[in-house]
T-cell receptor, first 116, second 112 residues
Framework: NAGVTQTPKFQVLKTGQSMTLQCAQD?????MSWYRQDPGMGLRLIHY???????DQGEVPNGYNVSRSTTEDFPLRLLSAAPSQTSVYFC???????????????FGAGSRLTVL | AQSVTQPDIHITVSEGASLELRCNYS??????LFWYVQSPGQGLQLLLK??????LVQGIKGFEAEFKRSQSSFNLRKPSVHWSDAAEYFC??????????FGAGTRLFVKA
């Protein structure tokens, strides 16, 4: 019963490097999302997806790309890392079909990224 | 735009004392409201939710929250805090679409 699995748990990058944070869920959830958590700012939505082939932007999408080729996976790509992207990243998923806007999110354990 | 305000950055309570964490939201229609808890180094876990109906909702670990439309509030309460409740607590609102908006969080410290 894995739930939402994120890899890696920790990563250090140099400015300008690229990387992909992986997220996989085994609950057959249609909805998947990425948040970043910064001190004093709570969680801010980066991108989300409501199904394979469908993605949309959240509050802070700049510098990040996503794709959704399968129901299970929702990777987050940093094309050219910047120190401002130092953060803890959370992937979260939810079943749809509830009242719209009432997504009960299941979170992964997080990925801590440091950009030097 | 929807928003969530948690006025207290951190709160310290003694073990066995009661707890109330404040949350105010800004939303035009009937909101979908949530409280999540994050233990150190962990992801977030749902404590409770309000969608409609009874304005007092019960959650896991002995927590409850009361929705007050007139005050745009959804405060979290627990009658007797345990040391294991030390964590960060996030209030959140569903935006009526596909986005969940989170507050900045309140960190709870529990004194022995």
């Amino acid at each position: 019963n894995a739930g939402v699995t994120q890899t890696p748990k920790f990563q250090v990058l140099k400015t300008g490097q690229s990387m992909t944070l992986q997220c996989a869920q085994d609950m057959n959830h249609e909805y998947m999302s990425w948040y970043r958590q910064d001190p004093g700012m709570g969680l801010r939505l980066i991108h989300y997806s409501v199904g394979a082939g469908i993605t949309d932007q959240g509050e802070v999408p700049n510098g990040y790309n996503v794709s959704r080729s399968t129901t299970e996976d929702f990777p987050l790509r940093l094309l050219s890392a910047a120190p401002s992207q130092t953060s803890v990243y959370f992937c979260a998923s939810s079943a749809l079909g509830q009242p719209s806007g009432a997504n009960v999110l299941t979170f992964g354990a997080g990925s801590r990224l440091t950009v030097l | 735009a929807q928003s969530v305000t948690q006025p207290d950055i951190h709160i310290t309570v003694s073990e066995g004392a009661s707890l109330e964490l404040r949350c105010n939201y800004s939303y035009g229609a009937t909101p979908y409201l949530f409280w999540y808890v994050q233990s150190p180094g962990q992801g977030l876990q749902l404590l409770l939710k309000y969608f409609s109906g009874d304005t007092l909702v019960q959650g896991i670990k002995g927590f409850e929250a009361e929705f007050k439309r007139s005050q745009s509030s959804f405060n979290l309460r627990k009658p007797s805090v345990h040391w294991s409740d030390a964590a960060e607590y996030f209030c959140a609102v569903g935006d009526g679409g596909f986005k969940t908006i989170f507050g900045a969080g309140t960190r709870l410290f529990v004194k022995a």
